[in-house]
């Protein structure tokens, strides 16, 4: 996609929301999805891709719209396609993930998802939500400001998306499914992108470059969207201030830096501004990880381009924290807090008096005995909250089976704490690092008042994970290092101004907090946005009851939805 000057056209139709807007518009979508041929790195690969390109189309609505996607499968399996970031209020059918919320569209078939939009605004994005289809099927979701709505900023002169991706010579299917298959971990990247551009660093003559044309004395919205596989990323622009706006599709306190860090899942709304002298400047990205299990350290880059001007490109002079650069990390994610603008829903932060649920969740990667013939008599690789291994259902979907009340497709008994405290963050050498596995699922009523703490652990490669919560914005209250301490560490949670995120940064040897109302009715699932982890078992499911209302229950089904076979 690019650049985008600003200004919009309104159509309006009724609608209803908490916030102040009078209108939305209806907009329809048709996704084709089918295999395509791509060559990079001098080499051809077959691709499952939207709309034969990568990214996919870009959808691009305003806050509070009603959009309708009809999805076709002409490609060879099934796949779902979920909307990151999007509340879906009382509409879990359209949420997306495979055996969650619905069975995969199967070839030959067709689904019309409707998104349902409420106060998200800025950046979001779409993507498949199958096995590893995801690292194919991706594109961004844009929601500019309603009618008679204005940025909490300047205008910006124009906007311009930047997806952060990971590329493999490969299918992504096959790379997951041969990885499980063995009980091994998959294999390595085999570079980063921009946009689906893998720029100048990777010695293939054919491969190319992103370019951004900017004129000088504009400014312009960015809207980076990190949808790499398994790798959190830093990003810069060279001799360019980069000033954070919008986290997650809510507005930030505004901070200026000279790079950011986005973890998988994330979208970050960043204003730059043309006023250095004309000239070709590097963008870059790099992975940032502090795991003993570490992504390949490649730079990929774009170009930051001034009009009529040529030459100067020099990569000597980028400027990235190193790839286990921890204190860069912190540094920026402590920096990220909520802003009291009226774009913004009112702050609503449950307090200590008003919670009533808590779950303090360990995260961790473990080994399970392996059953295949391959690695009969070993151990494969696994991943847990609590020691729970999630094993998905193949028969019906988590949804149809709670709206249904099938039974024997999911246990209600996620535990609420570790099955076992232990030193979380120190040496965990000949700790058994087994798991159990089970469709387990945390139940809340609605209304309830929910504090997670997500611990991460050194069991297996440690390290920081994404985790991201479908349904919901949360309220990151806390965050810090080493093992959480229920009577210390809520002394220093931040009620004031806490970012509100889909999507959390859980540093390693670390701790956060998160705390929410459970006012949207449905299954919802949660799980490490690293795709490697969610495929070994690093996931749960959260499903909050009807209200006593209609208004807070569950919409009914659609007519149409896929079917497992």
């Known amino acids: 996609m690019g650049l985008v000057k600003q200004g919009f056209v309104f159509v309006g139709v009724l609608f209803l929301s908490t916030l102040p807007l009078c209108s939305a518009d209806i907009h329809h979508y048709e996704f084709f999805v089918r295999e395509t041929n791509f060559t990079k790195l001098c080499n051809t690969t077959t691709l499952l891709v939207v709309n034969d390109s990568y990214p996919g189309p870009e959808i691009r609505v305003h806050r509070g719209d009603i959009v309708f996607v009809n999805v076709h499968n002409q490609g060879n399996y099934g796949f779902t396609i979920h909307w990151h970031g999007v509340k879906q209020p009382r509409n879990p059918w359209s949420d997306g993930p495979e055996f969650i919320t619905q069975c995969p569209i199967q070839p030959g078939t067709n689904f019309t998802y409707q998104v349902i939009l409420s106060d998200e605004i800025g950046t979001l994005w779409w993507h498949a939500h199958s096995d590893w289809t995801r690292g194919s099927v991706q594109g961004a979701f844009v929601i500019l400001p309603a009618e008679n709505e204005t940025y909490p900023f300047p205008k910006p002169d124009a906007d311009q998306t930047i997806m952060l991706q990971s590329w493999y010579n490969g299918d992504y299917k096959q790379i997951i499914d041969q990885a499980l298959a063995t009980g091994t971990s998959p294999r390595q990247p085999d570079a980063y992108a921009i946009s689906g551009h893998l720029g100048d660093t990777y010695g293939c003559p054919n491969d190319t470059i992103f370019r951004m044309q900017v004129d000088y004395g504009s400014t312009y919205l960015l809207r980076i969207i990190n949808s790499a596989m398994n790798e959190e990323q830093f990003f810069s622009i060279t001799n360019h201030a980069l000033t954070v706006v919008a986290q997650d599709a809510s507005y930030v306190e505004r901070f200026t830096s000279d790079y950011i860090l986005i973890s998988p899942g994330q979208t970050m709304d960043v204003l730059v501004c043309a006023n250095q002298n004309a000239g070709q400047y590097y963008m870059a990205t790099r992975p940032f990880s502090d795991a003993s299990a570490v992504p390949v350290d490649f730079i990929t880059t774009g170009v930051f381009e001034y009009t009529n001007s040529a030459g100067g490109l020099n990569d000597s002079l980028i400027t990235l924290p190193a790839r286990n650069d921890a204190n860069a990390t912190n540094s920026f994610v402590s920096r990220i807090r909520n802003t009291n603008v009226t774009q913004n829903r009112p702050l609503n932060v449950p307090a200590d008096s008003d919670i009533n649920r808590r779950v303090y969740i360990a995260i961790a ?46 246990t209600e008994d996620f535990p609420l704490n570790p099955p076992e405290f232990y030193n979380f963050t120190g040496d965990l050498a000949g700790f058994n690092p087994r798991a159990e596995l089970g469709t387990r699922a945390v139940l809340l009523n609605y209304g309830d008042a929910v504090e997670i703490v997500l611990q991460a652990t050194q069991l297996g490669a440690g390290g920081s994970h994404p ?41 390693g040897k670390g701790w956060v907090a998160l705390r929410f109302f459970a006012d949207n009715p449905g299954v919802w699932f949660m799980h490490c946005h690293f ?25 009914p089904p659609p007519s149409g939805m896929p079917r497992c076979t």
């Open 365 to 410: 990667t473990n080994n399970l005995p392996c059953n295949t013939s391959e690695r009969t008599g070993r151990d494969r690789l696994a991943a847990s909250l609590n020691n729970a291994s999630f094993v998905f259902p193949r028969r019906i979907d988590i949804l149809q089976a709670y709206y249904n009340r099938t039974t024997g497709v999911f």
């Open 467 to 507: 985790i991201h919560l479908h349904g919901f914005s949360f309220y990151r209250v806390g965050i810090g290092s080493g093992n959480f301490n229920n009577q210390t560490d809520p002394t220093t949670y931040n009620l004031v101004d806490p970012p509100l995120i889909n999507t959390v940064h859980v540093p």
């Open 531 to 555: 795709e490697r982890h969610s495929s070994w078992g690093m996931d749960t499911v959260f499903i909050v009851r009807n209200g006593t209302t209609a208004e807070t229950s569950i919409l």
